[in-house]
């Protein structure tokens, strides 16, 4: 038995028909809440090359239209659980429709960057670079925020982050609606676009720098497991070139070419310390697990081992500046 879809809209207008014609319903920012199988499917099997010679005819499906006022976020956040109560509802999914997700979106479609605060949702269009809202938090915790990298390998720690506390508005707020305790602020929901494109930027070079070596397969796997902790690094260790280059943009022209030449400088930084931040995890690792014991894995789960690796950065910092 199909339980049809729901959606929810921001406006309805119905407009009644003359007798023996069909209804017509406009709706503005339409929202598809519970039954996207539902729709994916029918779409399969009117226009799948493979299928559409057996559509027959037309199909009827129960759709249920809620008329929902946009501020009313707790009501729309309760009908989402009510109306899914047959799935799992990840803390993630209750966020997407939040005003910050829509602005975030906004923001980076102008630098032709693809911002899916909904799973799978691209909202047409060409896109040189591609993230999802969790993708962009992960990124932007591990390179901005101190000793938070180890929490990252948790996922538990991961899906609390979209719980809505504090943690999640230090991420998806600016300006006055930032918290206090802000550890990393921004002033305007483009300055938080360029820091999170940043932050993405780093650790995804880092991924592909790690996935082209030639390390052996072993190898490959522990510094993939570190990535978060590699990305940091490299933010460390580029720390006053990279915060000129996102401050630079603050306060020009945010497109796609700025943008991808933005990109470009941030990936060439990382590319110039990639050897060097991996050596600095390798003598942290070394040296965290002669005194605490343990293995690999157990560490990058550890705060006092991300601790340990923000120490040693800073100590090839000052090695590498000259005594005054």
Not at 28 to 34: G, K, L, T, V
Not at 196 to 212: F, K, N, P, S, T
């Amino acid at each position: 038995m199909n339980n049809g879809v729901s959606i929810t809209a921001d406006d309805v207008v119905v407009d009644p028909p003359p007798a023996g014609k069909k209804l017509r319903v406009m709706v503005d920012n339409m929202q598809i809440i519970n039954g996207c199988q539902t729709v994916n499917a029918l779409y399969h099997a009117k226009y799948d090359p493979a299928l559409k010679d057996k559509f027959q005819g037309n199909s009827n499906v129960l759709l249920r239209i809620y008329h929902i006022d946009p501020a009313n976020q707790p009501f729309m956040e309760a009908l989402i659980i009510a109306t899914n109560s047959q799935n799992a509802i990840r803390a993630e999914d209750l966020v997407a429709n939040d005003p910050p997700q829509k602005e975030l979106e906004t923001e980076f479609r102008k630098a032709g960057v693809a911002y899916q605060r909904k799973e799978g949702s691209s909202n047409g269009g060409r896109f040189w670079f591609v993230t999802t809202k969790e993708s962009a938090a992960m990124a932007f915790i591990a390179v901005f925020w101190e000793n938070f990298a180890s929490k990252l390998r948790n996922s538990a720690s991961r899906r609390e982050i979209f719980r809505k506390g504090d943690e999640y508005l230090e991420i998806f707020s600016w300006g006055d609606d930032q918290p206090e305790s802000t550890r990393y602020p921004a002033e305007t929901v483009k300055h938080r676009a360029i820091q999170i494109l940043a932050a993405a930027q780093i650790e995804q070079a880092m991924r592909e720098m790690i996935a082209a070596s030639k390390a052996d397969r072993r190898r490959q796997g522990a510094l993939r497991k570190a990535t978060y902790f590699l990305a940091r690094a490299s933010y460390l260790q580029n720390r006053a070139v990279i915060e000129a280059e996102m401050k630079s943009h603050y306060d020009t022209a945010f497109n796609q070419q700025s943008a991808q030449e933005f990109s470009e400088r941030i990936r060439r930084l990382v590319g110039q310390s990639r050897a060097g931040v991996v050596r600095i995890l390798d003598q942290a690792m070394h040296a965290y697990l002669r005194t605490e014991g343990g293995d690999e894995d157990a560490a990058l789960k550890n705060t006092q081992f991300a601790k340990t690796l923000e120490t040693a950065v800073q100590g090839k910092q000052e090695e590498a500046s000259p005594s005054t």
